[in-house]
C-alpha cells in the first residue's frame, strides 16, 4: 500500500525509469495538490517525497501538515526521460504546473538536483486533463483539452498540443490537433504516448456525440502536424467513456488501445477492451478485434463504476500492464 500523508489521494499515476525506480503521484484536487511517491527496491517500500506543485513549488517532506500546499492537483500526468529527467504536471484553476527533477524526485539543493518548477506551462487558462509524454533526454510534449468558450483562439476548440525542448522550462504556442472550426470535437482525451525510435505521437479521444466511437491523432514531424483516424466504433447505444481510452507502446512499435465499454447508462458496469497495431502509422493501419481484457468473473460481476478504471497504462518486460484507481 502507498500513503504515508494525512490524507487521502486519488487517481494514481505510476510511471517506470530505465533502473526499475517506481513514481506514483496521487491528487488531492484544486487547491490541495499533488503527492509524490518513489520505490527504488521494485515496489517492497515507498518514501513519501512530498508535493512537487506545493503552493507551485516543491514542499518539503519534513510533515504532512506543510505538504498540504499545494495550489494544483485536479488532475496530474507524469513521465520520465531516457535521460532521467522526471516529469510532474499537476492542473490548478488558472494553468498547468510542470514540476522538473534531475535527480530521480530527491530534491537535493545542489545545482542539478533541486525541483524546477514552471507553474505556467500553459497559455491557455482554460486547460483541462493534461497528458505530458517525454522524448529522448529533454523534449517534453503535453496535450490537453481546451474547455469550450474560455479563451479560446478563434475557430480552435478541442484538443491542443505543445513542445518543450529544455525540460518542461517553457513551452511553445499551441498547435490544435482537432481541425479549425470543429467546435467541442472532443469530449474525453487520453494519454499521450511517443515512439522513442521513430518520433512518432499518439493520442486517443472519444468524439463528442459518439461516445461508442474512439479516435487516434496521430503526428510523425514531432507535432506540428496531425492526423485523426477512427479505430474502434461500438455498437449503437453502448458508451466509451468510462474514464479514459489509454495508449501504450512496446518496442517493436506496435501500438495497444485499452478502453472501457458499457452497455448502462451513467458509464457504470464497464468492461476492458483491448485492440493493437502492429503499423499505427500507417495511411490506414491495420488493428486486431477487440477483445474483453477482463472477465465477468475477474470483475466480480459487477464491472466497474465510472471512477474504478484503468488509470494508467505501459509496457514492462513483455507484459501490457493496467493501473486501477
Known sequence: MVEGEADQSIEPEIKI??????????????????????????????????????????????GPV??????????????????????????????????TSYDGGDGGAAPGQAWQVNPVASSLPSDDR?????????????????IAGLNDPPGSIGLFFVKSTDGGKTFGAPVAITALGQT????????LVVDQYTGN???????????????????TDGGSTWSVITVYTGPAGTTNRGVFPLLALDRRGNLHLAFTKSNSTGHTNCHIFLT???????????????????????????GFAARQVARDFFVTTNMLVLVFG
Open 276 to 302: 493493437s497495431s502492429a503499423n499505427p502509422a500507417a495511411a490506414t493501419p491495420t488493428w486486431t478485434t477487440a477483445v474483453h481484457a477482463l472477465s465477468e468473473t475477474a470483475l466480480g460481476k459487477r
Open 17 to 62: 525509469d530505465i533502473f526499475g525506480n517506481i513514481y506514483v503521484t496521487g491528487t488531492h484536487g484544486v487547491p490541495g495538490g499533488l503527492d509524490f511517491w518513489k520505490s527504488t527496491d521494485k515496489g517492497a517500500s515507498f518514501v513519501y517525497l512530498g508535493q512537487p506543485d506545493g503552493a507551485q513549488d516543491k514542499c518539503t517532506r519534513a
Open 201 to 219: 505521437i499518439y493520442t486517443a479521444y472519444i468524439p463528442n456525440g459518439s461516445e461508442n466511437v474512439i479516435d487516434i491523432a496521430r503526428s
Open 130 to 146: 493534461m497528458w505530458v509524454a517525454a522524448y529522448g533526454p529533454q523534449t517534453l510534449y503535453m496535450t490537453y483539452n481546451d
Open 184 to 191: 467541442n470535437l472532443v469530449n474525453l482525451e487520453g494519454n
Open 66 to 99: 506543510i505538504c498540504q500546499n499545494g495550489l494544483g492537483g485536479g488532475d496530474d500526468s507524469v513521465d520520465v526521460s531516457n535521460g532521467g529527467y522526471l516529469y510532474i504536471s499537476s492542473l490548478w484553476g488558472g494553468s498547468v504546473t510542470m514540476s
